[in-house]
């Protein structure tokens, strides 16, 4: 158990220096001349060789990569070629921010998807179940920004002014300003799982290990927590996590759409910007999010699994 | 069958007009169904798959899987009747359940403690009952998970988990199946201790006629959703008065080889197709007009209008002298592996032209992995595999088209074997179309016709066929390759018993008709006097005893052999007409 563990973490380790190099040749192979970009059309050639030499931009690709790996090692990604400020101090409020709201949504959804999928499979074929099934499908067939305009129409600018359409704050986000990115990500993120749940319930439900506990007498509360839902956490728990790693790059959208301070809306200005340091210390960010997750999602399916349980220990 | 002193006792299980329909077809497939079973006493329920048996044993318990529910009739034990809202108390304290499969009954993901515990009975009672079933009752044995006990084991966990709340009726459910004989031999013992024990009515459900002469008290016979024989077991066994038990009996391997097998035509209905009239009578060898338009009643424990006009009869078996032959096949000192794991080890054997050699052994004891490294199916293997004098390339890959047309493979569950999308003709000249060359005219037809399928199926698809017919498509392909050595891995175990002895018949008379060489592997010693010449005993690999069949089932020399005579229930009539 414990080696299985450590061996998915260095294949996790593996895989973010893979996605390291591809940031980094992908940022490289950017058409176009930083300094250009951020000297501007105005710039004297002097000027802009002074600046390529400052950012090491004339280096081979080589030793650019290394400079740029230490210091990521080192927490320490370079400096913003914008504002100036070293990317980690820029960036981490920002990801404070970010993580506050991928985790409300993580929280709020996985439960709840779980129980609807699970209350869903144990209506099966009533109304209760087809009304789900219309429901999910509709909202899984819908980009999230248009989830995301209809909540604005609704709650923000139409009759019910309840909530603000957009952030204007300056970096301090408070309970309001997250809600409605929050649900936007919630209904993004939950449908997959309700019918996943629903899905792996059924067939669990005409397992003859769920028959052979109703035979037993039973209470039918104690067959679906004890016997079933245990049985159908393991599968479920690689679409939540596909579904929550999907929410570490989903933010993009829905933080751009609302104005939401975080590494989302940071990422799309620096990209704008050719803010290379911040576009690649981004990057990297939201891979390592979406192979921690994976990796929690593996770790839960291995613990759910007493078979894995038993024989590695 | 409703005795005065019947009616009037009011212990044990009455059942009256069950009747357990299909949703939404409304087609009963148990169709009012009467039983009595007395505290203490094991009803044999027996039917093929299709009657509706398993659907009974479940409706004892008042439950009814997805798509079929109760139409009529009453459940009562010891007077309260099975009905409402009272049910599920009922269960596991008044009736209980022993799975078929417990390796898929046992929830995966619980240890053995809590699903013992919630069947009622405190910590002590749970240690005292799994020392009845004789298992450890230690706190390592109760924090196992299923996973980690063997299949016997599994099996008496959930004869525990039944007996726990001492039920008065126990619904067992084909419950080894599946098992070797010598773990099923002991499970029986135990399932005949613990309903003494408890006196505790049991209804037992198989298709296996040896099981039943050995263990139960009385007998139903189920065919097409209907009871169409009831009585005591001996006289059920000693003069069946329906033709449909007489045949099914006549179909019963027989361990001591004095009687042949006999197969029934045809297989049983389905719960829609059910024909107007008695369900059996399309098959039925003394069918009269009026069987076809009446459904016959229960009398005297048989619904029939010719009760009594078929016996049972032996039909005596003749045992052919083994004369000589020279060897079509040969293995030598043939070593196979799975991965670091050695599954066999330095098997020699040989097999005569024109004769059948049986491979007999139980699960894991690499029989089938002998007959597939002998395919070119599993070429890890050392050791030589010599056919006609010409050494065969381990990998069927490596072997010449002709060397490949030569064996012929039939796999063990016609319901995988057979690709769902072909039709029947595509299926059969599949392989012929690349070992023969030219596929001569009518080769379809007549391999059909070899096994004894009409031409008219080639045009359907497997799932619109019976398991018999699947398989004899499954035949009927490899002899279209015009073999000279027919390997057949376990071809009738996922067969019912009837269908069996039709398959056997079937392939016995292949090898006298057109001299085909046969390797049978079965786990089924029974089966291998029927079928075989020779037999080759396998143990964990190797071959423990070898030689011709009358010579090894009359004297088994190795005490493995031995212990697979003991341990086969024995179905011997003879027993029953003294």
Known sequence: MVRLAVKRLVFGALILWAVSVVVFLATAALPGDTAQAILGREATPERLAALRLELHLDDPLVSQYFSWLGGLLTFDPGRSLVNGLPVAEFVGPRIVNSLVLML????????????????????????????????????????????????????????????????????????????????TLVLAVGPYIV????????????????????????????????????????????????????????????????????IGYALVDAVNNRDLPVVQALALLIAALYIVVNLLADLVSLVANPRVRTAIR | MTTPERTEVLTGV?????????????????????????????????????????TLGLALLAYYKRGTQLAGGSVAINGVDLAGAAVRRMRGDAVAYIPQSPASALNPALRIRTQLGECGGDDARVREVLREVALPDTDVFLRRYPHQLSGGQQQRVAIAMAFL??????????????????????????????????????VYITHDMAVVAELTDRIAVMYSGRVVETGPARTVLRSPQHPYTARLLMAVPDLDGRREIRGIPGHAPSPVRRPAGCAFAPRCPLVVDRCRDEVPALEDGVRCFRAGVSRFEVVERVEVPVVSADAALEVRGLSAWYG???????????????????????????????????????????????????????SGLRRTPLQRRRIQYVFQNPYESLNPRKTVRELVLAPARVLLGKVPDGLVEDALSQ??????????????????????????????AQPEVLVCDEVTSALDVSVQAAIVELIAGLRERKGLTLLFVTHDIALVR???????????????????VAEVLAAPEHPYTQALMADTPRFDTSRFSQ
């Open chain 1, 195 to 262: 019918r996943m749940m629903r899905a792996t319930m059924i067939e669990v439900l005409e397992s003859e290990y769920v028959q052979q506990a109703r035979l037993k007498g039973l209470p039918e509360r104690t067959v679906l927590l004890r016997h079933a839902v245990p049985n159908a956490v393991g599968p479920v728990a690689q679409v939540v996590a596909l579904q929550l790693a999907w929410l570490a790059g989903g933010v993009v959208v829905v933080e751009f759409l609302f104005r939401y301070p975080g």
């Open chain 2, 451 to 480: 096994a004894a399928l009409s031409p008219e199926l080639a045009s359907r698809y497997p799932d619109q066929l019976s398991g018999g017919e699947r398989q004899r498509v499954a035949i009927a392909r490899a002899l279209a």
């Open chain 2, 340 to 394: 670091s794991h050695q599954v066999l080890e330095d098997i020699s054997l040989s097999v005569p032209r024109g004769q059948c050699v049986a491979l007999l052994g139980e699960s894991g004891s690499g029989k089938t992995t002998l007959a597939r490294a002998i395919a070119g199916l599993h070429p890890r293997h050392g050791g030589e595999v010599v056919l006609g004098g010409e050494s065969l390339p381990p």
């Open chain 2, 165 to 202: 709340g001492r039920p008065d009726l126990i619904v067992l459910d084909e419950p080894t199946t599946g098992l070797d004989v010598t773990t099923q031999k002991h499970v029986l013992e135990t399932v005949r201790k613990m309903c003494a024990t408890y006196s505790c009515a049991a």
């Open chain 1, 104 to 183: 409300t949504a993580a929280v709020v959804s996985t439960p709840l998807a779980m129980f609807l999928g699970t209350w869903s499979a144990v209506r099966r074929d009533r109304a209760a179940d087809h009304v789900t099934a219309v429901v999910t499908l509709v909202l899984a067939a819908l980009p999230e920004f248009v989830v995301g305009i209809t909540l604005v129409i609704v709650f923000a600018t139409g009759p019910l002014r309840l909530l603000p359409a957009v952030y204007v704050g300056t970096g301090q986000v408070t309970f309001v300003d997250l809600v409605l990115p929050a649900l």
């Open chain 2, 14 to 54: 009455r059942v009256r007009g069950l009747t357990v329909a299909g949703v939404p077809s409304g087609a009963p497939i148990v169709d009012s169904v009467d039983l009595d079973v007395r505290p203490g006493e094991i009803l044999g329920l027996v039917g093929e798959s299709g009657s509706g048996k398993t």
């Open chain 2, 530 to 548: 029927t079928v075989a010449q020779h037999v080759a005993v396998l143990e964990h690999g190797r071959i423990v005893e070898r030689g011709p």
